[in-house]
């Protein structure tokens, strides 16, 4: 099962890149999936199945980009798909919780009808459109709140890097305690997509997190009962800290459909305290 790879230094393409066996790494200078033509690499190297990692996700500047937002993530997966039908392969696109508007009161499953209120949501909405109009071989993963040991590229690392470092400085920090997510470890995330893929598991949609959700306040809490810092931490609102982009105040995904099929993931504080242990502050 040769698989390819693409964005794979990221936070989750780290990850995967470790867990398959026979893989391609694609990096951006490797692949400009924007490109069609460049997409042609893909023709070259001949791999079973893509995972499509590349995104956008800078989710304020998508807001005043959007002609941007779109081209990554909606033109990109529209290439991708193509070029997948092309060569026979299985297309893995990786979404998001954000094609959710946040108004439900409890997770939300992959028969939810997706309302996003951004515009990366939006541009990842349309890059799943175009992935299951384009191509029949293909699985869409959302995923959600991510943190994983490579970090997130262009964002300075994630949640868990930024609370550690203004906790250990004593900063006074307000962490909203309005919006619920899901908290997602890359590496189990990428264990269970490679479990998605090598059972066959019928195509389609499927929402993998770790077990449980939590606020960002919660998270924030548990970060820093783990590593024992005393951090001078309180719970606020988002009206604190207003965004160019709307947040869905509910983004946590069920888990439920993977777990019909004999997929476990952990809760999200065993992979909290796993992922610390791994960067070296347990």
Not at 48 to 69: G, L, Q, W
Request: aromatic share 10%.
């Amino acid at each position: 099962m040769k698989v390819a790879v693409i964005g794979a230094t990221g936070q989750l393409g780290s990850d995967l890149v470790k867990v398959f066996e026979e893989v391609i790494p694609l990096t951006h200078s490797d692949i400009e999936v924007t490109d069609l033509s460049s997409c042609e690499v893909l023709k070259e190297l001949k791999p079973h199945i893509v995972i499509n990692t590349a995104a956008y996700h800078k989710t304020d500047e998508c807001e005043d980009n959007p002609e941007k937002a779109f081209l990554v993530n909606a033109i990109g997966a529209r290439n991708v798909a193509l070029t997948c039908k092309e060569i026979g392969a299985i297309n893995v696109y990786i979404s998001t919780d954000y094609v959710f508007d946040g108004s439900k009161e409890e997770p939300y499953t992959e028969e939810d009808i997706p309302n996003p209120i951004n515009v990366y949501g939006i541009s990842k909405y349309a890059g799943e459109l175009l992935t299951r109009t384009l191509c029949d071989r293909y699985y869409i993963i959302r995923v959600s709140s991510l943190f994983g040991v490579a970090g997130a590229s262009g964002k300075g690392g994630n949640f868990v890097e930024t609370m550690i470092k203004k906790g250990k400085a004593g900063e006074e920090l307000y962490v909203v305690n309005d919006i619920t997510m899901s908290p997602t470890y890359t590496k189990d995330a990428a264990v269970a997509i490679k479990k998605i893929l090598s059972s066959k598991l019928p195509y389609g949609v499927y929402h993998v997190t770790n077990d449980g959700f939590c606020t960002w306040y919660e998270f924030a809490k548990a970060i820093f009962e783990i590593t024992g810092i005393d951090a001078k931490l309180n719970p606020t609102t988002s009206d604190r800290y207003p965004t160019k982009a709307k947040r869905p105040k509910n983004s946590a995904l069920s888990i439920e459909k993977i777990r019909f099929y004999g997929i476990e993931m952990r809760h999200w504080r065993d992979a909290l305290r796993d992922y610390l242990m791994e960067k070296g502050y347990l």
